[in-house]
């Protein structure tokens, strides 16, 4: 799509990639309107960088009335849907917030965007609709087999978003990305979950024998690569975005703890994850013809997440009161 993109929506703006994007939008100068419920998950501090270059609206996106005034009033040209419930293990506890944020909030913004005539809409999706694959690598026409409830309800939402561009002639375009990481991320997830215990002295857990392999992707690269779709992805197409940085939950562990300077005696290894997913690759030969290079690899990416999160530990040390019951619940089975 080549023609001017002024004015740009953004579900999930808040959270963890959705304000990577944000801080890029802006800076690009783009006009920004954020919508986000700030869920646990949501934090406008992290857009305290492009503070007053966006506009703001606290809205659940499940909620028709709150969407379609918000379209009404700011007549966006295009969508970015970032904004879900995102981790397995709180799927696993309870499916029902995944079903309506994930599935319910996505048709929720498809009939408003379709209300609107929207230019574009870019629904980001993720690499563990796919399953697991014990070896070679998913395409974008790999068959869809989550294991999760967070993994069926973002397929349930792609298939949504799919089932649009077929009957309506919609226009939208699906991104599904690998593990991200970097600054801003909620110490729920790996990487800020291992630096948050290591730099309290507390025992690092990892599931099972940390035998299980992801692939690495750095947030930056990742909106990036959201901005590429949106301006040359096909409609009606799907992408993934994935680095080519594999690596087991182990060897991500002991690099994390090395960087921090902390002892691998920390680590303490726990009950797995239920149905947990041994592998994800993506094959990313599509988004390639499209002009995407990550420019960060593996080791780059995670000093630069490490200094980030020590540089800013008061804000991971911020959510601690918040995360500890669902450390428990999920560390402590
Ligand atoms: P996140 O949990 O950090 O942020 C989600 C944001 O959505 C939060 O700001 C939250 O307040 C908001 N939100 C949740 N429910 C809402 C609702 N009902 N209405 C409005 N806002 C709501 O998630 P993230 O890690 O930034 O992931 C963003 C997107 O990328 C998600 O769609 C996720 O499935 C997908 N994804 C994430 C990863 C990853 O590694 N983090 C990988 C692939 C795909």
Redesign the pocket.
């Known amino acids: 799509m080549r023609q001017k993109l002024s004015k740009i929506l953004v579900?999930?703006?808040?959270?963890?990639?959705?304000?990577e994007f944000v801080r890029q939008a802006v800076t690009q100068g783009y006009r920004v309107i954020v919508?986000?419920?700030?869920?646990?998950?949501?934090?406008l501090k992290r857009l305290d960088e492009v503070k007053r270059r966006y506009k703001f609206y606290k809205?659940?996106?499940?909620c028709k009335d709150s969407v379609g005034a918000i379209f009404k009033k700011e007549k966006p040209d295009v969508v970015v849907?970032?904004?879900?419930?995102?981790?397995v293990d709180r799927s696993i506890q309870d499916a029902s917030?995944f079903i309506?944020?994930?599935v319910l909030?996505t048709q929720i913004l498809l009939d408003i965007s379709r209300k609107y005539k929207i230019k574009r809409f870019v629904h980001?999706?993720?690499?563990?609709v796919y399953g697991e694959i014990k070896s070679g690598r998913f395409t974008e026409s790999s068959p869809l087999a989550p294991n999760s409830p967070?993994a069926a309800s973002?397929a349930a939402a792609d298939l949504l978003v799919k089932s649009y561009v077929r009957t309506y002639g919609f226009p939208a375009v699906i991104a599904?990305?690998?593990?991200?990481?970097g600054p801003w991320?909620?110490p729920e997830?790996l990487i800020p979950v291992i630096i948050l215990k290591a730099c309290k002295g507390d025992e690092v857990p990892v599931y099972a024998k940390g035998a299980n392999v992801r692939e690495w992707?750095y947030v930056a690269d990742?909106a990036r690569a959201i901005f590429l779709i949106l301006k040359k992805g096909l409609l009606g197409e799907v992408y993934n975005i994935g680095s080519g940085h594999e690596r087991s939950n182990l060897v991500t562990v002991k690099s994390v703890l090395r960087l921090l300077g902390k002892p691998e005696r920390l680590i303490r290894f726990v009950q797995d994850r239920p149905g947990h997913d041994f592998r994800y690759s993506l094959d990313c030969s599509k988004i390639r013809s499209l002009g995407f290079r990550p420019q960060w690899n593996f080791e780059s990416g995670m000093k630069k997440t490490v200094s980030w999160n020590v540089s800013n530990y008061l804000w991971l040390e911020s959510k601690l009161k918040d995360i500890a019951g669902h450390w428990k619940k999920v560390y402590h089975r």
């Open positions: 579900t999930g703006g808040a959270g963890f990639i959705g304000s919508v986000d419920a700030l869920t646990y998950a949501g934090d809205a659940d996106i499940a849907h970032f904004a879900a419930e995102s981790h917030p309506n944020t994930n909030g980001m999706s993720t690499d563990e967070y973002k599904r990305a690998s593990n991200n990481y991320q909620y997830k992707l990742c």
